[in-house]
């Protein structure tokens, strides 16, 4: 495979006042470019926290403590302010979970899909309208011109998915990450968008995060997999690997918790608690070896 | 040279920011012969002779430049031919005679005639029309006019007529355009026979005056005349000292000694004809006992008063008589002297243990210190056995309980007499059935009752001067000041002061 | 607004102002002193003082007082001012556009500084400068508007003289204005120069208005902005590679202004209602500048006229921020 | 890449802070006889205004020097304190109380209550505040007492409007159904259910409305319709002082500072209160 696009490297990140809790531990994930990444774990346990580490908005009550976020081989964390948006802005889009609350609900779509074009990518008015209508036909949007002047509260749920995807597509980037994108919606149009993203990746052959916590979702449609556990990814490999042969206790709960049609019994049974006695000792090893990796990190800009 | 504001500005701009004050003074006058004055009232209507505004002594100044009175009065209260020229009873004081001026014109140009005289006299005389004076205006009626002369019969005779020709509601106005334009537009486009022409007006703000080029009494000297209408005291200082207006008055004294010696301006009092008082009213059973009244009267040191909170500018007075007025009597004293004032409570039973209480009224607010010295005035008499409670009330409170004679044994008041006359002053003040008094007692009627008509001027006089020391030795009311009025002027020009405490543009002269 | 709703919108406005009638028609009744009393001659005797009594029309029953003039107020007739004689309706109207201009420059100054403090303090919140915005509102909202105008003018008026102090425009101007709306026909004329002048007397009081509004405003929005700015359009724009400033701007501040516009409007009457003090002290020749002398010499029909005058601009003024609010939020323009 | 630190302390210290004046404020007006150096109607007019303790030709004794009577300033200061604590503490608690009673029926009830408590409040919110308060003073003459009166008359409405908005919506919820299915009398539901949830705001308007209720009352002095007696209020002190703003200026300066504090005291308090109540404040 190609060189990755994304790649997250040893991240690290905690509570800037809070206790020593640690939110990311030097979590490495990288994704090459037509690659569907799968990110799953709990919630709660820090994936979104690495979604919002990409597009550098972490928010203010938080501190990286170590590691790298490499866009097209550019770590993030070295550039101003400035230049990191415009990296981001450019190469990444970010697919969110709810609809219902991530559209503007004063304005219209079209002023919603076409400022980053027309602001960020330098498009003009009408190269941007006639990309975000083309989009809104590629997601299978029946009247893409009603829906293109339409308020959001004028749209359905599904709908506003759609848009949101084609606006994350509109802009070309190089890497999207899907935080949860169907979690939101009713089971039937899950299918739906599940496949439109799919297609939409194949077609532009976008690097894919696809955060979710639904191992479902994975099987279908995710190359790689890494499962993440408060914080640390304790297993990172290709998805066979991962349904045949889960190399983690943890990976394995998972699998047992997750509900199969062929064998409900076995559904549903919790993570045997001494899975989760020898992974805190895997984790507590971890955080004193960054005892000293502290002091190196104070220096860093955060 | 910096002529306007919008210069100003725009040095402002350029970071000239340290413009100090001094430096605006000599441009705000050298806009060609335009004087602008801060009053200190709002002018309500255009109606010398109507509705409350007539009997209201500090906007006469604006009626007086605009109309002419029957009876002219110099600054120093001398009457002075007006419209009239010459006047009198006959002998047997059964009719009167006027001589009117000859070749008046009004402000649009048309004629003065003895006419607009006797429509004037009779609209006052007339109860419809809500003539506050009307009581006086209604003793003469018949009027005749042959040529220039007036003759009418006398009612009922009154030896103050032609002093109140002089004074509240003595305006003469145009009975032609009057009755062509109506009351409404009359107050719209005001016209009298002035040295004034009013040019524009706008309520609450300013009014615009043009000299009148034909006045009889010669051009007045400043060709436009702006009077702004500035009822806080402290905006009338700060208009005078950004140099914004030319001439102030009725400031707080203590403003006029800072401002009165700074580069480019000037000050001038003088004492007017307004004398600050305090009402006793006998409802009270406490303030019918001779002993608190003259305990009370002898406990108020009115020259500390004067000295300390008026910063000087007052005159001490035992009478209701201030020394312009013509019953003057110099001879009644009244001493300061807290001794004799325990004395008096302690003959009543009174002490500073065991006080004699009652309540004063005090307006705050409407005359300058009012409140601070009845204050001082309650300070004083707690020292000599007098427990007084201050309420305060507003002017319109006042005059309703007066009329109704339902004052608190004691209230303060300021009584404005700008012809000097006894029976404008101790006559209606002390005259039982006059709804203005408050000691409405059979003594006082009996004394003052026969003056009304006196026609010997002399007796009446010594008849005044009687009651007064009358008054006096019985404490019915309490005296307190003659009022100064401190006006400040831009050194650009020089101004006249006027007794009766009008300020009138026409006694402004370019310095 | 659907028909059916206007209906009953307008009724209640009937009943509101019928309500404010009642109460200020008998409230200066009540209140010691009366016009008559005002303007009785020394020598006047009771006589004379029934008649003006009577030529006033005050001798009547409160109530049938108020029937009179309610017959003449619905018909537009406010009465005769006692003091100023001339027809209240004429007065009244005369001296309102010189308080609604004041009143409107106020809220302009207030919009202006209360939004730009909100802005800077949700840009850089948590930090000190939200402390330093905190403050000036604390400020800005302790000291009353007529000691503001005090300062002003020992300020702005005296020390350094680039303000007037008095008055509405400088008397000596020749003003060829046709309507009483100075300020906006100085604009529509194009006379720039008299402009400045309106604007060199208004600023200040205007200002004295404003500060307590602008603390409002900039409190309000400023806390509607930090909770929109953690909405997820603001999250996604700023993965579109946005600036803080600009999603604050273009994606916050709109949705943050709906929901601060209700109090804004209802402050901005308490502001109208305080151009009652501050015109007096810069003599300006407004509605709250009649109506302290109107008190003082107790002219009940200007009173009455003023005070209804008042009601109308509220209810005006409530009625326009519903408005805004319905037009502000697309979703309730469709409703 | 990350915004500057937020100061988590601040938002507490405003609270305190504020606190603390008003306990100061509270331990003056009880012990205004002890504390004050002078007696606060003591004229002396040979002591006129003096300057403060610190200025050249002041007199010892007089720290914040005197007024145009001679009176000790500081003394009257802290008199002042009473009038200013009484117009705020009984004018606040009367609006509040009367304004929460007519809001919760309003807002509880509903229908008919609700459209006249409304149109009350439509007619007295058109009524120009300190037009109203000026009149109000006017009938019942200058007195503290009918300071009072005008402030709870005209300020009751915005602690009405608060608690109907929120007694509609608490009405709405289910825990309030579920008490009226559980027998619950409708008082015992408002007392117990709706009023906890909506005495948070009330608490926070209750203070706000203290530091409003003393500038009315230095409007009120300022056109000189405030108390009537001698006693001091800052309001008459900062009218009495603006003549001679420029002889004396702390006449005017050391009264208003007091006002001032005293009313952002109240504001800041209400501020902490409020976030003290909502936590969610990022």
Redesign the interface.
Same mark, same amino acid.
């Given at each position: 495979m190609s060189a990755p696009f994304l790649k997250i490297d040893r991240l690290s990140v905690r509570l800037r006042r809070g206790g020593e809790g640690r939110l990311l531990r030097q979590a490495s994930i990288a994704v090459a470019p037509g690659e569907v990444h799968g990110l799953v774990g709990e919630s709660g346990a820090g994936k979104s926290m690495i979604g919002r580490a990409i597009f550098g908005i972490l928010p203010r009550a938080v501190e990286v403590i170590e590691g790298a976020v490499r866009l097209g081989g550019t770590d993030l964390f070295t550039l101003s302010d400035r230049e990191r948006r415009r990296l981001v802005g450019v190469n990444a889009a970010l697919i969110p979970q709810d609809p219902l609350t991530a559209l503007n609900p004063s304005k219209r779509i079209e002023a919603q899909m076409t400022d980053r074009l027309t602001r960020i990518l330098g498009l003009s008015a009408a190269e941007a309208k006639a990309r975000a209508l083309g989009l809104l036909e590629e997601v299978q949007i029946r009247e893409p011109a009603r829906v293109f002047r339409s308020y959001p509260h004028e749209l359905s749920g599904g709908m506003r998915q759609r848009v949101l995807i084609a606006s994350a597509f509109a802009a070309e980037p190089r890497l999207i990450v899907a935080d949860e994108p169907t979690t939101a919606l009713d089971v039937t149009v899950q299918k739906q968008i599940l496949k439109l993203i799919a297609e939409m990746q194949r077609r532009h052959g976008t690097a894919l995060l696809f955060v979710t916590h639904n191992l479902g979702v994975v099987a279908k449609i995710c190359q790689r997999v890494s499962v993440l556990y408060a914080g640390k990814i304790v297993e990172q490999t290709d998805v066979a690997t991962l349904f045949n042969a889960p190399a983690h206790a943890y990976t394995r709960a998972l699998m047992a918790a997750t509900p199969r049609y062929d064998r409900p019994e076995e559904s549903l049974a919790p993570v045997r608690p001494e899975v989760i006695e020898a992974l805190s000792q895997e984790i507590a090893q971890t955080d004193n070896i960054w005892a000293e990796a502290r002091l190196a990190a104070a220096g860093r800009r955060a | 040279m910096i002529h306007s504001r919008r210069d100003v500005l725009k040095l402002g701009a350029f970071g000239a920011a340290a413009l100090t004050g001094g430096l605006a003074y000599g441009s705000a006058f050298a806009e060609g012969g335009t004087l602008s004055i801060a009053y200190n009232v709002n002018l309500p209507s255009w109606d010398p002779a109507d509705g409350p505004s007539a009997v209201n002594p500090t906007i006469q100044g604006i009626y007086q430049a605009v109309f002419d009175q029957y009876i002219g009065q110099k600054p120093d209260l001398s009457f002075t031919p007006g419209l009239i020229t010459e006047w009198g009873w006959t002998d047997d004081n059964k009719k009167i005679k006027m001589k009117v001026r000859k070749g008046v014109t009004w402000h649009d140009g048309s004629p003065f005639t003895p006419e607009d005289v006797v429509w004037s006299l009779q609209r006052a005389a007339d109860p419809k029309t809500g003539n506050p004076i009307n009581f006086v205006w209604s003793k003469i009626g018949n009027l005749q006019v042959a040529d220039d002369v007036i003759t009418g019969d006398v009612k009922e005779f009154d030896p103050t007529l032609f002093k109140w020709m002089a004074f509240l509601t003595g305006y003469v106005l145009p009975k032609a355009y009057y009755t062509k334009v109506g009351a409404e537009g009359f107050e719209a486009a005001p016209i009298g026979t002035g040295p004034y022409i009013v040019e524009k007006y706008e309520r609450n703000a300013f009014v615009r005056l043009k000299a009148n080029p034909n006045y009889w009494g010669g051009k007045p000297a400043f060709e436009t005349v702006i009077i702004k209408f500035v009822p806080d005291a402290a905006s009338r200082v700060a208009e005078i000292e950004s140099g914004k207006s030319q001439v102030t008055f009725d400031i707080p004294y203590e403003e006029y000694d800072r401002l009165k010696g700074k580069k480019g301006l000037t000050g001038v009092t003088t004492p007017v004809s307004d004398i600050a008082m305090i009402f006793l009213t006998n409802v009270d059973p406490v303030m019918l006992d001779k002993n608190v009244r003259l305990g009370a009267i002898h406990a108020i040191d009115k020259k500390l008063l004067v000295d300390r909170l008026l910063k000087g500018y007052g005159v001490p007075i035992d009478t209701l008589q201030a020394p312009e007025y013509a019953a003057f009597d110099p001879s009644i004293k009244v001493s300061y002297d807290p001794e004799l004032a325990k004395k008096h409570l302690a003959a009543s039973g009174y002490s500073p243990e065991k006080p004699a209480k009652f309540t004063i009224q005090t307006t705050k607010g409407f005359k300058p210190k009012d409140f601070e010295i009845i204050q001082a005035i309650v300070g004083m008499w707690r020292k000599v056995g007098i427990e007084a409670n201050i309420e305060v009330y507003d002017i319109a409170k006042h005059f309703e309980l007066r009329f109704g004679h339902k004052l608190a044994p004691a209230a303060f008041y300021n009584w404005g007499n700008s012809i000097g006359d006894p029976s404008t002053s101790t006559g209606f003040a002390m005259f039982g059935p006059s709804p203005h008094c408050a000691w409405k007692s059979d003594d006082l009627i009996a004394k003052i009752g026969p003056l009304w008509g006196e026609a010997d001027e002399a007796k009446r006089i010594a008849g005044y001067k009687a009651v007064d020391k009358y008054i006096a030795e019985e404490g019915y009311v309490i005296p307190l000041f003659q009022y100064v009025q401190p006006i400040l002027y831009a050194s650009s020009v020089k101004v006249t002061p006027n007794l009766s405490g009008a300020m009138l543009p026409q006694l402004v002269r370019p310095a | 607004m659907r028909l059916s709703a206007l209906i009953i919108r307008l009724i209640?406005l009937v009943?509101?102002?019928f309500?404010?009638a009642v109460?200020?028609f008998v @409230?200066?009744r009540?209140?010691?002193?009366?016009?008559i009393?005002?303007?009785?001659?020394?020598?006047?005797?009771?006589q004379?003082?029934a008649?003006?009594r009577a @030529?006033y029309g005050l001798d009547k029953s409160i109530p049938l007082q108020f029937l009179i003039w309610l017959g003449h107020v619905v018909r537009g007739d406010f009465g005769t001012s006692?003091?100023?004689?001339?027809?209240v309706t004429e007065?009244v109207f005369?001296?309102l556009p010189a308080t609604l201009e004041l009143a409107f420059l106020a809220l302009a100054i207030a919009v202006v500084i209360g939004g730009f403090m909100a802005i800077l303090a949700a840009r850089?919140?948590?930090?000190?400068t939200e402390?330093g915005v *905190?403050l000036f509102n604390?400020?800005a909202?302790?000291?009353?508007d007529?000691?503001w105008g005090?300062t002003f003018?020992?300020l702005f008026?005296?020390?350094?003289?680039?303000f007037?102090?008095?008055?509405?425009?400088?008397?000596?101007l020749e003003l060829p204005f046709v309507t009483n709306f100075f300020l906006i026909e100085s604009i529509v004329r194009l006379r720039f120069?008299l402009t400045? *002048?309106l604007l060199?007397h208004m600023l200040m009081p205007a200002m004295a208005l404003a500060l307590p509004l602008a603390a409002v405003i900039s409190q309000i929005l400023k806390t509607s902005l930090?909770e929109v700015m953690?909405? *997820?359009?603001a999250?996604?724009?700023?993965?579109?590679?946005?600036?803080?400033t600009y999603v604050l701007l273009?994606?916050a501040l709109?949705?943050a202004v709906?929901p601060s516009l209700t109090v804004i409007g209802?402050q901005f009457?308490?502001l109208?209602?305080?151009t009652?003090?501050v015109e007096?002290?810069?003599?300006?020749?407004?509605l709250g500048?009649?109506?302290?002398?109107a008190?003082?010499?107790?002219d009940l029909p200007l009173?009455q006229g003023?005070?209804l005058l008042?009601?109308v601009i509220?209810?005006g003024v409530?009625l326009a921020v519903d408005l805004c609010y319905v037009a502000?939020?697309?979703?309730l323009r469709?409703g | 890449m990350v915004e500057p630190r937020p100061l988590h302390r601040r938002r507490s210290i405003r609270l305190w802070l504020g606190a603390a004046w008003i306990a100061l404020l509270f331990f003056a007006a009880v012990f205004a006889g002890a504390l004050s150096p002078h007696d606060r109607l003591a004229q002396d007019l040979m002591l006129q205004t003096l300057p403060p303790a610190w200025l050249p030709g002041a007199e010892p004794g007089y720290y914040l020097g005197t007024d145009s009577l001679g009176r000790d300033i500081l003394s009257r200061i802290i008199y002042a304190t009473r009038p200013a604590l009484i117009v705020a503490i009984v004018a606040s608690t009367a609006a509040c109380l009367f304004g929460s009673l007519l809001g919760l029926v309003a807002g509880f009830f509903g229908g008919w209550a609700d459209r006249i408590i409304s149109r009350l409040v439509d007619i007295w919110m058109a009524f120009p505040p300190v037009l109203l308060s000026i009149l109000l003073v006017a009938v019942l003459g200058p007195a503290l007492s009918s300071v009072i009166i005008a402030i709870a008359v005209i300020d009751w409405t915005r602690f009405c409007r608060v608690v109907r908005a929120e007694a509609m919506q608490q009405r709405r919820m289910d825990y309030v159904d579920s008490a009226k299915v559980a027998g619950y009398g409708t008082l015992r539901i408002m007392a117990r259910e709706v009023l906890p949830n909506v005495l948070p705001a009330i608490v926070v308007l209750f203070s706000l409305e203290m530091g409003i209720a003393v500038i009315v009352e230095a409007i009120l002095s300022f056109v000189n319709l405030s108390i009537s007696t001698d006693d001091p209020t800052w309001g008459s002190m900062i009218a009495e002082g603006r003549g001679i703003v420029h002889q004396a200026w702390w006449v005017l300066v050391f009264p208003l500072t007091c006002l001032f504090l005293t009313v952002l005291a109240f504001s800041q308090f209400g501020e902490g209160l409020k976030e003290r109540f909502d936590p969610v404040m990022r």
């Open positions: - | - | 209640s009943v509101t102002f309500g404010v109460v200020v @409230l200066v009540v209140a010691p002193g009366d016009p009393a005002m303007m009785i001659g020394p020598g006047a005797s009771p004379d003082i008649d003006l @030529l006692i003091s100023l004689r001339e027809s007065v005369g001296r850089w919140r948590g930090t000190a402390a *905190d604390g400020i909202l302790s000291v009353p007529f000691l005090l003018i020992l008026g005296v020390a350094i003289p680039i007037d102090i008095s008055g509405r425009v400088t008397p000596t120069d400045l *002048d060199g930090k953690h909405q *997820d359009y999250l996604i724009a700023r993965t579109k590679g946005f600036s803080e273009h994606e709109r949705n709906t209802v009457t308490f109208i209602g305080g009652v003090i007096r002290l810069f003599s300006y020749e407004g500048n009649l109506a302290i002398d008190v003082i010499n107790r009173i003023i005070v008042f009601a509220f209810v409530n502000l939020n697309p979703k469709h | -």
